[in-house]
Every structure is written in C-alpha cells, then in structure tokens.
C-alpha cells in the first residue's frame, strides 16, 4: 500500500530550539495538508499545499511556524523558536486533487513533538 | 459554511454490542462524506465513504448510509470488538474550486470492554 511517510516519529527538544518536521506524500498526490491534533483542541489545519503552492496557512501561528514543500516528493513544517505549548502530534496529509471528493486524504502516521 | 457534527463520546460499550455513532451535517451541494478511525498512537485511517446520496460505505463490518434528506451519515456496526477501541471521525468534502478541503468532526472515542 501506497503511504504517508512522516520523520522524525518522536521528537523530545528544549524551548527555543528549531523543529524541523518531514512528510514524504505519495507519489503522485499533488494536494499536501499539516494537522496538528492536541486533546484541548482536537484536529486543527495548520496548512495546505497544492501543486506545491501554498492555498492556505491560516491557520499557522506566522510568527513562529513557516511551511514549505521544496519539491513534489518533500513537505516541511518547521517551528522556530519552539514553545512547550507546541507539543502536540502533527500529521501530514495527502491527497490527488481532482479526486479528493472520491478518495479523501491519506494520513502519515505522525509526528509526536514534546517541547520541555 | 460546512460543518460535521459527531455525537460526544466517550461512547463505552460490551463486545458484540451494537453500535451507532451519529454523525450530521451542513453544505449546500452534494458533498462526499467519510468515516476515518484512529487507534492508539497512529494517524486516521479512511475507513468507509459514501459519494452520493443513498449510497452505503462498509469496511470492517462497519456501515454508514449517506441520507440527503436527514443530512447525516451515521456509523454502526452490528457487533463490536475490543479491537475496536478508536477514536472515529466524521468528515465531508466539497469539491469547490482551488480551496478543496475535508471538514472534520470533533470526533468520537470508542470504548470496548470484555
């Protein structure tokens, strides 16, 4: 089965620091999404890419968080400087475009950050 | 705009009891409507969906049949098991131009006890 490939799965860094979150979508899929999922707030969408563009960062806090894809096979959530209320799982999402209504997206397993 | 709403969980239940998880919601048009599950330290995985009305997803021996005119998609499974134990999230689609995204529900956790 074709998958979302997230690194690192675990990552224990201190406030201040830069994360750098990886996600490798499937081959093919053209349309990119970060979530991030916390218990107080459930599943939120940071980002999302299509065609490697940016649609909507909205919902990124702008003055910490950037994302990016440099190429089709690579998207990168990166937070600088980290805080301990960042710690969270983020997912990476995939999905093709023209078929989203029919196949929905195709989720990494995650990344879980901690921020001490 | 669009929105899900999944009945509030934690929903406790026996093995081989009946399940129902209620799932509504709102968008003018015709959306595509999923169900995802997420176990334990893992991410969402697609479980059913239905595109168009009447339509019925199933996976799993999970079922869900996509009502226009209740407007909701609700999931059931005739008897579960304690493998079962997820969090279950509803969620909808419209195809709208450039800006194509899944509205997700809240989500709702399952637990299944022997």
Redesign the interface.
Same mark, same amino acid.
Not at chain 1, 100 to 110: D, P, V
Not at chain 2, 42 to 46: N, S, T
Not at chain 2, 98 to 102: I, P, R, Y
């Given at each position: 089965d074709a998958r979302?490939t997230q690194t690192p799965r675990h990552k224990v860094t201190e406030m201040g620091q830069e994360v750098t979150m990886r996600c490798q979508p499937i081959l093919g899929h053209n349309?990119v999404?970060w979530y991030r999922q916390t218990m107080m707030q =459930? #599943?939120e969408?940071l980002a999302?890419f299509?065609n490697r563009a940016p649609?909507?960062d909205s919902g990124m806090p702008k003055d910490r968080f950037s994302a990016e894809m440099p190429d089709a096979t690579l998207a990168t959530l990166k937070i600088q400087p980290s805080e301990p209320r960042d710690s969270a799982v983020y997912?990476c999402?995939s999905a093709p475009?023209r078929q #989203? =209504?029919?196949? =929905?997206?195709?989720?990494?397993? =995650?990344t879980r950050l901690t921020v001490v | 705009g669009d929105s899900v709403t999944q009945m509030e969980g934690p929903v406790t239940l026996s093995e081989e009891a009946f399940l129902t998880i209620n799932c509504t919601y709102t968008a003018t048009g015709y959306?595509?409507l &999923?169900w995802?599950v997420q176990y334990p330290g893992?991410?969402?995985?697609?479980l059913l969906?239905a595109?168009k009305a009447d339509d019925k997803g199933s996976n799993k021996g999970f079922e869900a049949t996509y009502r226009k005119e209740t407007t909701s998609f609700h999931l059931e499974k005739g008897s579960v098991q304690v493998s079962d134990s997820a969090v279950y999230?509803c969620?909808l689609?419209?195809?709208t131009g450039?800006?194509?995204?899944?509205t &997700?529900g809240?989500?709702t956790r399952l637990q299944v006890t022997l």
């Open positions: 979302v349309t999404f =459930g #599943l969408l999302y299509r649609l909507d997912f999402a475009f #989203l =209504g029919y196949y =929905g997206y195709t989720f990494g397993s =995650g | 959306p595509s &999923f995802y893992e991410g969402l995985q697609l969906k595109t999230f969620a689609i419209r195809n450039t800006a194509s995204k899944l &997700f809240t989500g």
